[in-house]
């Protein structure tokens, strides 16, 4: 079983990395880019019989810091 | 007074910090690595130095603050152990939990590496007793996440409490209300991201951190 993690900053918290890749996109001339933000995918290999709550503890305990990040569990399969 | 130092792979600074806390105690620290589950007894002061712990994976400081030395150091804080964390040892001691709040990207996206002038904000700490609260020193950093963030209600606790240690007196990375130090609630943690270890000695063009040193050394023969 495959799950993915989708790591992002919480709304409201600066990021500067989103920000300088906005600034990029207008560069290269893409007028209608409104806004960007910068985040993480992490994808995890799980035994098949690997349970909800563990993926979800390994989100808290590592995998996003929730001082400042939000996560999203896809699981693949 | 015995001292320690963390190494984790990518430290950089581990060495600066014994040298200063060596120079105020007149004891080499003990250098621990990443990998140990235990620290001596009866340590006094625990020293995280700045550095690329890790390489920065995942996020600065997160896997440093998993390792199983820092399970060891979180339990000595807790007894009232001395602990001090710089640079990247700040952002270490805010993924411990150990701190409030997290590190971030500095807001202009730059790495800095200069002088700064910081604000004493809080003499009362023993890290921070042998300067005067409103003092203005010059400490240099050199950092790329320092772009220290908590929520509103954090930051008021922490100023309402005489939690922030020091202050950024110009602009450096985008701090919330300028914080560049804070303490735990028991005043026997401070994180940092200036480095006090490399103005301890005239020929590094100051002597403003030594006096950081000092103090922890005078509060640990005041508690003996």
């Known amino acids: 079983m495959k799950a993915r993690i989708f790591v992002t900053l919480k709304g409201g918290v600066l990021d500067p990395q989103g ?22 995918l992490i994808e995890l290999d799980l035994a098949d019989d690997t349970n909800d709550a563990d993926i979800d503890a390994m989100c808290q305990k ?16 | 007074m015995k001292c320690a130092v963390i190494v984790f792979p990518g430290s950089n600074c ?19 690595w990443h990998g140990d589950t235990a620290l001596p007894d009866d340590i006094d002061l625990i020293g995280v130095p700045g550095g690329f712990s890790y390489g920065d994976y995942l996020r600065s400081g997160a896997m440093a603050a998993r390792s199983p030395v820092m399970q060891a150091v979180v339990q000595a804080a807790a007894r009232g152990t001395f602990v001090l964390g710089i640079c990247n040892g700040f ?7 150990l701190l409030p709040g997290a590190l971030m990207r500095n807001a202009d996206i730059h790495f800095v590496c200069r002088d700064v002038a910081l604000t004493v904000e809080n003499s009362q700490s023993a890290f921070t007793a042998k300067y005067s609260a409103g003092e203005r020193v010059t400490i240099p950093v050199a950092h790329h996440d320092g772009n220290y963030f908590a929520d ?52 590094h063009g100051g002597i403003d951190g030594r006096r950081l040193f000092e103090g922890i050394v005078e509060g640990l023969l005041e508690r003996a």
């Open chain 1, 19 to 40: 920000k300088a890749i906005h600034h990029a996109l207008n560069g290269l001339g893409f007028d209608g880019v409104n806004d960007v933000r910068a985040g993480k």
């Open chain 1, 62 to 77: 590592l995998l996003a810091n929730t001082v400042i990040e939000n996560y999203r569990i896809e699981k693949v399969g």
């Open chain 2, 91 to 97: 952002q270490v001691l805010t993924e411990t939990g």
């Open chain 2, 152 to 203: 509103d209600a954090t930051l008021d606790r922490l100023e309402g409490e005489g939690r922030i240690a020091f202050r950024y007196a110009e602009s450096v990375n985008g701090s919330a209300r300028d914080i560049a130090g804070i303490l735990n609630d028991g005043g026997n943690v401070l994180g940092m991201m200036p480095h006090p270890e490399r103005m301890i000695e005239a020929a």
């Open chain 2, 14 to 32: 581990d060495r600066d910090l014994a040298v200063a806390f060596e120079s105020v105690t007149g004891a080499k620290p003990a250098m621990i």
